[in-house]
């Protein structure tokens, strides 16, 4: 509709019809869903810049008009350090014209591989578009565009960059969850859903000696259907690093851990566990994973 330079685009509906075309699109979708809410959503627009001033003021003269225009979606695909200080400024400005406001794609890239400091800047990034949208009141509601870096249109786009959700590619959660939940009133490590609710338990024990120590963990099928041919992902909070397991094929990446069934146990029961376990060193503290997945799903702990 409106383009990087702030005019209009040159599409077929432009070249025939001019301007005209948005408010009859807009008349027409009304006219066949009247209880529709109808938004216009863009990219870039998440600002005050020249880009989102043409949609303000298109779409007020459209509301002058008549036209039903219940909102409009700020994609918000964001850069770290990169999101708008008048982001809630920009927002507010649009439900000022009586429109309900949304963050409808958000994700927030970073030049890879990743780091702790990327991460803590992404992570104060992913708060301050919670709080933008919660300081409107008439924004309803932000969407993330997916949710594990594992499954992004990013690399694919902008080659170099990624690790722009919020859980990593091993369906753990990274710092900009922790500041996602609190910006929304939550409190890191609250109470989880009750044992046996969800389809997987693990309990994980360990023995430490000065620099190592021996990790235990239980798998619990606390669903209904049989689990197979299973893949435990784990994130060591403390930088610890396996260097010998059994009962499973393990592999470490960095922090994360994945263990894979061997032949013998790669099926469980529902009401049945398997154990696993691990010889592992430490340096400093040895601090327990508080996450565990379990073919992608997250397990209760405990």
């Keep these: 509709m409106i383009g990087d330079d702030a005019n209009y685009r040159n599409s077929f509906w432009y070249q025939k019809l001019g301007t005209t075309y948005i408010a009859e699109a807009f008349r027409a979708a009304r006219a066949a869903s009247p209880s ?10 998440d600002g005050v810049n020249a880009k989102s001033t043409m949609y303000y003021n298109m779409i007020r003269d459209l509301k002058a008009q008549g036209v039903p225009i219940d909102g409009i979606g700020f994609q918000a695909h964001l850069t770290v350090g990169g999101v708008p200080g008048d982001m809630r400024a920009n927002l507010q400005r649009f439900a000022d014209l009586g429109l309900d ?3 409808t794609e958000l994700d ?3 030049q890879t591989p990743a780091d702790a400091t990327k991460l803590a800047r992404q992570a104060a990034d992913y708060a301050a578009v919670v709080n933008a949208c919660l300081g409107v009141s008439r924004c309803r509601g932000i969407t993330i565009w997916g949710f594990t870096d594992k499954y992004s249109w990013v690399p694919d786009v902008f080659p170099g960059q990624g690790a722009a959700l919020i859980y990593d590619a091993n369906y753990q959660p990274k710092p900009a969850y922790t500041s996602t939940l609190e910006a929304l009133g939550g409190t890191p490590g609250g109470p989880g859903p009750d044992p046996g609710t969800g389809p997987c338990r693990v309990t994980y024990r360990t023995n430490d000696w000065q620099g190592g120590f021996t990790g ?9 259907a049989a689990i197979s041919s299973w893949s435990l992902v784990w994130t060591f909070p403390g930088g610890q690093s396996v260097s010998q397991g059994w ?3 393990y592999s470490q990446s960095g922090a994360t851990v994945t263990v894979r069934n061997v032949a013998y146990n790669g099926s469980i029961a529902p009401g049945q566990s398997t154990q696993i376990g691990f010889n592992g060193t ?3 503290s040895n601090p327990a994973p508080n996450a565990f997945s379990l073919n992608g799903t997250a397990c209760t702990v405990g």
């Design 36 to 45: 529709a809410k109808l938004y216009i959503n863009d990219y870039n627009i």
């Design 101 to 103: 406001v949304r963050i």
């Design 108 to 110: 927030i890239r970073m």
């Design 216 to 224: 235990n963990v239980t798998i619990a099928n606390t669903g209904t």
């Design 247 to 249: 009962n499973g094929t």
């Design 282 to 284: 430490w340096t400093g």
